[in-house]
């Protein structure tokens, strides 16, 4: 299990975003101010954006990746708004071509001099923020296995596919921990799908990010999510270190108690492939 599979055109992979879309997303994040199914929302979004622009070349963006994102909350189902509403796996190339809408956002810069200026930047948007309903984490992770287990038979050699959870309560219909083992068991030539978790807090409690152990994770809840976690592979361990996070071989793709920072973090981490050509 290398998780070193170059990704190609040719041969390309997938990230499936499962976004909690629960009542109790609507609360503010780590004790703030912005709700929290906003900013998971805004995260997505931008990481979308950076995304394409990463794998855009002369000719366009190159559909180096797949991309589905899945709701989950009053329904299950695709998260997509506007042309790629009730689409699951995307290619890169149309995600980009095709955002619901683009917003001005108002955001603060440097001003050469010390200061901050306010300056307008254009947001592509594709997910809209939803706060409403139950946790049914076990119909999603169910959703992503067989979304994972087409896209390996189809992409046997593939670098493997990338599943990122983003949840802040339990799940309501069953426990998931066999639907996430059941992720985990598809592999390609590169080795197992990856499914990380990241549990998006209401308080100001300390953030617990991508830890080796179980141990300083405060209750069951927190341990089930960290036993569904994969591990890091190595380019992953490799660049958290960089980020200043201690990684060792036992580090997990999983945070607790995320707050914005963590959040932005966490999609980092989580979605570093290998090269790309």
Known sequence: MSYTAEISRANPSCFVFLVDQSASMDDPIGGGRERKAAVVADAINR?????????????????????AVIGYGHTVGSAFTGPLAGRELVPLSQVADQPARVESRVKKV???????????????????????????????????????????SRHPDCFPPIVLNLTDGNSTDGDPASAAWAVQTHVSA??????????????????????????????????SLFDMSSPLPPHMRFYAMQQ??????????????????????????????????
């Open 47 to 67: 990481l979308l954006a950076e995304l394409s622009v990463k794998c855009a070349k002369e000719e366009g963006v190159r559909d180096y990746f797949h991309i």
């Open 190 to 223: 590169d080795g197992a799908a990856l499914l990380f978790n990241l549990h998006v807090s209401a308080t100001n409690a300390v953030p617990v990010t991508f830890p080796d152990t179980d141990s300083a994770l405060p209750d069951a809840y927190a341990r």
């Open 244 to 277: 200043g996070v201690p990684a060792s071989d036992a580090t997990r793709g999983f945070v607790y108690n995320a707050d914005i920072t963590s959040l932005v973090q966490f999609l980092d981490i989580g979605t570093r492939a290998t090269d790309l050509r």
């Open 110 to 152: 440097p001003d050469g001099a010390g200061g901050l200026v306010e300056t307008t930047t254009r947001f592509p948007v594709w997910v809209d923020p939803v706060a409403h309903g139950a946790t049914p984490m076990r119909r999603a992770l169910s959703l992503a296995e067989s979304l994972v287990s087409d896209w390996v």
